[in-house]
């Protein structure tokens, strides 16, 4: 099993939609979660922490369930400028942070 | 504030032939972290420095890849005898203790 699984999709939702991804982790002692967004050849850029009790930015929130050992990212209204692989990122302790392969998001006009 | 820098941004070399590249990261961040990753693909893990402890080298694919930080802060990733699946993009971030990493634009390496 890997340690960080993600639905790699494509999610492709017309703009304005509302989307959501998840993400599972393996090791039940992480204890420090992030999501990152890709652009096309281009570095990872964090794109916000994941907290216990949850947290929004905007349009964005993520949530945290270590019950489930799941994280999700929600996020509304979609623009096309959203398009992008969404990282979802866990730090299990091991090492330092172990990235999943990403869900890819295509919104379309 | 600056970000993290890394250099050369594209590298084409010969198979067999030697490579360093080069990691500067955000002053004051005491991590540093290479990755990589091929074309479609997620990030791969390479190795790990924090602070003045022993790295993390985990994640090196083999003998032929070897890191240095000097003086906690420039970083070199040197690939000995360079493959042709060694091609990638590599990835080097760098943060504070709260782990919240951030990236340099990369170095594309093309092996012919």
């Known amino acids: 099993r890997k340690e960080v699984e993600q639905d790699p999709g494509p999610f492709n939702v017309p703009e304005g939609a509302t989307v959501a991804f998840n993400c599972t982790y393996s090791?039940?002692?992480?204890?420090?979660f992030f999501w990152y967004r890709q652009d096309c050849r281009k570095e990872p850029k964090l794109l916000m922490s994941v907290y216990s009790s949850g947290n929004e930015d905007g349009r964005f929130t993520a949530q945290l369930n270590r019950a489930s050992q799941y994280i999700s990212l929600l996020i509304r209204d979609s623009k096309l400028s959203d398009s992008a692989t969404y990282l979802c990122v866990v730090n299990t302790g091991r090492r330092a942070l172990t990235f999943g392969s990403g869900t890819r998001l295509q919104v379309q006009p | 504030g600056a970000g993290v820098s890394q250099s050369p941004s594209n590298k084409v070399t010969e198979k067999g032939k030697d490579v360093e590249l080069r990691c500067d990261p955000i002053?004051?961040?005491?991590?540093l972290y290479w990755y990589r990753q091929s074309l479609g693909q997620g990030l791969e893990f390479l190795i790990y420095f924090q602070g003045n402890s022993a790295p993390d080298k985990s994640g090196l694919p083999s003998d032929r890849f070897s890191a240095e930080r000097t003086g906690g802060s420039v970083s070199t990733l040197t690939i000995q005898r360079t493959q042709q699946e060694d091609s990638a993009v590599y990835l080097c971030a760098s943060s504070t203790f709260s782990y919240e990493q951030y990236f340099g634009p990369g170095t594309r390496l093309t092996v012919t």
């Open positions: 090791n039940s002692a992480s204890q420090s």
């Open positions: 002053s004051g961040h005491t991590a």
